[in-house]
């Protein structure tokens, strides 16, 4: 661990006194009228002084929607209280976001440099506040790093894996009280994009807060007393308890998001109220959010569609599903929404995963022949799955980039994807297995039939419908395949084992990539990945656990996803994600099926500025995140 600190003084400074607001070409700021009460009764300050210095400006109109109005409720249901969580997603509010190109930009910060991709200085926004109106510093950041992430008892293995590079730690200094610099030996690409995230790496807390639960800060007699009363094992789990940031499960923990939880676990119904903090103005001056409340209800998730359809909620889209479409279309006619539907982003929203790491050598072989993996992809009929399954409205492609994304290549979309059962049975033949029983299955050569169990973890009838289909077009090649189901652990577990031969999934979390985003999905680098299960471990484990990868692609993959990880500039990873692209395509490590399916997406009828038409997925988009929910506003609140 190393910390620089250059002069230093918390507390002090023009930066932390009342800002005097630099908004060129807007107007006097406009505060929420659910405030009046607070400021005229001295409860708050003036937005004026509320607002950092120079408040990061949203020009509305420019996004294509209305600059709106304050006031108003906006509900929504979910299907358990972890899913408080996703405020914290849908809010998207990071110290750098994904803008509408899928480039990296300030948020939260007012400005960051990055100098030979190794060296990143971040600058805060003067005047900038925590949601209980204590200044936003490097105080904030210096806690984080020192008193937790390099903490024993709070981060037993150290700091977070974007902060390593080689093995080491970044070096850390603080030039003054809102401005901070990470630096390391080599290059690091994964910083900005981590602090990026919908699951962020967060490099600040609240420390004026959260010092009361440290043992380095608190009185021990103190300290004691609070973990007795709030019954967990030591003070390290205490802090854990009250510093949750991504699930805010803590009303009195100050945040930086539009709106903070003022209902403490459990309840079944919790409200978000507006952060009068928050750091973002539009064209107008007017503070947002424009939503003074958001209310979160808690139900069985199977019942969400039909709630929805009796109008319980302004803005949903978790727990729904295309086979809902057309049932909430209906309901619609009746209520006061209406029903859009956005395209979903994975690289694929079916694909087959042969596991390479399967435990029978037979299969396992089988599996490692690119033949046998092109032959069953040019056996799939996707257009008829497109039009049976989807009505025609998904598209027919591999597992990889989508047309939205700046590394699309239609060519590799296309890549083995258009039917051709001769082909598909010439190649199966040169590999051995023209051979077939009086079923017309064909045979190994030790006499066994390809005969074998698709496994899913039963998410939903669509996959059971697919596979179904599937197995007709396998038929006509000579392969019998089983679909069948299980509960989510057991499925990973039978996986990882490589008891599974093959299964189905999604294809890439991620298809609306960019150049600086991380390719982990296109090496073997996790063992969720169900495709090469160990040799993600083994990567993951640092080779205690799992197998080195022994295919001459599958290492050129981990080299390339190396050389990504210790690139310094846009050009360098460009280039490996196309090759990286590539390789994925021409060797169908994954067989993608069908992408861009379609998510409803149900919104109140005086819910303004929500988008007709959107991407929906949780990297890089939040959901709603990179559309702005805090510009979302109701018509006659």
């Keep these: 661990m190393r910390i620089a600190r250059r002069s230093f003084l918390v507390g002090t400074g023009a930066a932390l006194m009342a800002p005097r607001l630099c908004l060129a070409g807007v107007g006097a700021p406009i505060d929420s009228p659910m405030l009046a009460a607070k400021v005229a009764a001295g409860e708050l300050p003036p937005l004026s002084e509320r607002l950092p210095r120079s408040p990061r400006l949203i020009e509305v109109a420019a996004m294509g929607r209305e600059p709106g109005r304050h006031g108003g409720t906006m509900r929504m249901l979910m299907g358990d209280q972890r899913d408080i969580r996703m405020m914290t997603i849908y809010g998207y509010t990071r110290l750098v976001v994904y803008d509408e190109k899928l480039e990296l930009a300030p948020d939260l910060l007012e400005s960051y440099e990055v100098e030979k991709g190794r060296v990143f200085t971040l600058r805060l926004r003067p005047?900038?506040?925590?949601?209980?109106?204590?200044?936003?510093t490097a105080e904030d950041f210096r806690y984080w790093w020192e008193d937790v992430a390099n903490n024993k008892r709070l981060s037993p293995g150290g700091p977070p894996q974007a902060m390593v590079i080689s093995g080491r730690p970044c070096r850390f200094e603080i030039l003054d009280e809102l401005t901070l610099r990470y630096?390391?030996?080599?290059?690091?690409?994964?910083?900005?994009?981590?602090?990026?995230g919908t699951q962020p790496l967060y490099i600040a807390m609240p420390a004026h807060y959260l010092k009361q639960f440290h043992e380095r800060y608190?009185?021990?007699?103190?300290?004691a007393e609070k973990v007795r009363t709030v019954r967990v094992r030591d003070w390290g789990s205490l802090h854990e308890r009250f510093s949750r940031q991504y699930r805010p499960e803590n009303p009195d923990l100050p945040t930086l998001d539009p709106w903070r939880n003022t209902t403490p676990i459990p309840a079944e119904r919790f409200s978000f109220v507006r952060n009068p903090y928050f750091h973002r103005v539009d064209e107008n001056g007017r503070q947002l959010p424009y939503v003074d409340e958001v209310t979160l209800t808690i139900g069985g998730s199977a019942l969400i569609p039909a709630k929805?359809?009796?109008?319980d909620s302004d803005?949903?889209?978790?727990?729904?599903?295309?086979?809902?479409?057309?049932?909430?279309?209906?309901?619609?006619k009746r209520m006061n929404f209406q029903v859009h539907l956005w395209k979903r982003a994975e690289g694929a929203s079916f694909a087959l995963m042969p596991n390479l790491n399967a435990i029978d050598p037979v299969w396992r072989d089988l599996n490692r022949d690119v033949r046998y993996r092109r032959a069953l992809s040019l056996a799939i009929n996707r257009r008829d799955i497109n039009r049976v399954i989807f009505f025609g409205l998904a598209k027919e492609s591999g597992n990889t980039a989508l047309p939205e994304s700046p590394l699309h290549d239609a060519a590799l979309a296309q890549l083995y994807m258009t039917p051709d059962l001769a082909e598909a049975n010439r190649l199966l033949d040169e590999i051995g297995l023209a051979r077939r029983d009086r079923e017309g299955i064909r045979l190994f050569p030790e006499g066994r039939r390809l005969e074998f169990t698709i496994e899913t973890a039963g998410a939903s009838t669509d996959e059971t419908d697919i596979l179904?289909?599937?197995k007709q077009d396998f038929i006509a090649i000579g392969i019998k395949i089983h679909p069948r189901s299980s509960q989510l652990?057991?499925?990973?577990?039978?996986?990882?084992?490589?008891?599974?031969?093959?299964?189905g999934w999604t294809g890439m979390d991620n298809a609306l990539v960019a150049a600086e985003m991380e390719p982990d999905a296109l090496a073997p680098t996790s063992p969720a990945q169900f495709n090469w299960p160990r040799?993600?471990?083994?990567?993951?484990?640092?080779?205690r656990e799992g197998e080195a990868p022994d295919l001459p692609e599958v290492k050129e993959l981990v080299a390339l996803y190396k050389a990504w990880r210790h690139s310094a500039t846009h050009q360098e990873r460009r280039e490996i994600w196309r090759k990286m692209l590539k390789i994925n395509a021409e060797q169908l490590f994954t067989i993608g099926v069908v992408n861009a399916t379609l998510q409803p997406v149900v919104v109140a009828k005086a819910l303004r500025n929500v988008p007709d038409h959107g991407l929906y997925s949780f990297e890089p988009g939040a959901f709603f995140g990179r559309y702005m929910p805090d510009t979302f506003w109701f018509e006659g609140a």
């Design 127 to 136: 005047g900038h506040r925590w949601s209980d109106g204590h200044p936003f």
């Design 535 to 543: 040799w993600g471990q083994y990567f993951e484990s640092g080779g």
């Design 468 to 470: 179904d289909l599937i």
């Design 315 to 332: 803005l949903q889209a978790r727990y729904l599903a295309f086979a809902d479409y057309t049932f909430l279309k209906d309901a619609a």
């Design 218 to 223: 608190a009185d021990k007699a103190v300290l």
């Design 489 to 503: 652990d057991v499925f990973r577990r039978r996986i990882l084992s490589g008891q599974t031969i093959m299964s």
């Design 183 to 196: 630096s390391w030996d080599e290059p690091n690409p994964v910083f900005l994009p981590a602090l990026a």
């Design 308 to 311: 929805t359809a009796a109008g």
